[in-house]
């Protein structure tokens, strides 16, 4: 069993930046891909950015330039980067783990971003 722990949420003025966290501890298996999804109010869950272990990234469309991922293996880590937000990047994000036929997810941390 794997348990995601996420950080760094909250209200921020649009144009500003926060930086997510989210810890993974438990049966880890070295090859995993983890990630972050979003799901504002009344839409379903998408993807923003993944990235495998070996560090091959993808990221939407939609927050391309203005978000990074990134990952320390050694801490089981991934980070996501948000710089320029804007009010319809408001949403609950969430940690993704994959490994294998395995798939886990974090509770979830809220980001506000007002206009």
């Known amino acids: 069993q794997v348990q995601l722990v996420e950080s760094g949420g909250g209200l921020v003025q649009a144009g500003g930046s926060l930086r997510l966290s989210c810890a993974a501890s438990?049966?880890?298996?070295?090859?995993?891909?983890m990630g972050w999804y979003r799901q504002a109010p009344g839409k379903e869950r998408e993807l923003v950015a993944r990235i495998s272990s070996s560090g091959t990234t993808n990221t939407a469309d939609s927050v391309k330039g203005r978000f990074t991922i990134s990952r320390d293996n050694a801490k089981n880590t991934v980070y996501l980067q948000m710089n320029s937000l804007k009010p319809e990047d408001t949403a609950v994000y969430y940690c993704?783990?994959?490994?294998?036929?395995?798939?886990?997810w974090g509770q979830g941390t809220q980001v506000t971003v007002s206009s």
């Open positions: 993704n783990l994959v490994s294998y036929d395995s798939q886990f």
């Open positions: 438990g049966s880890i298996f070295r090859f995993n891909v």
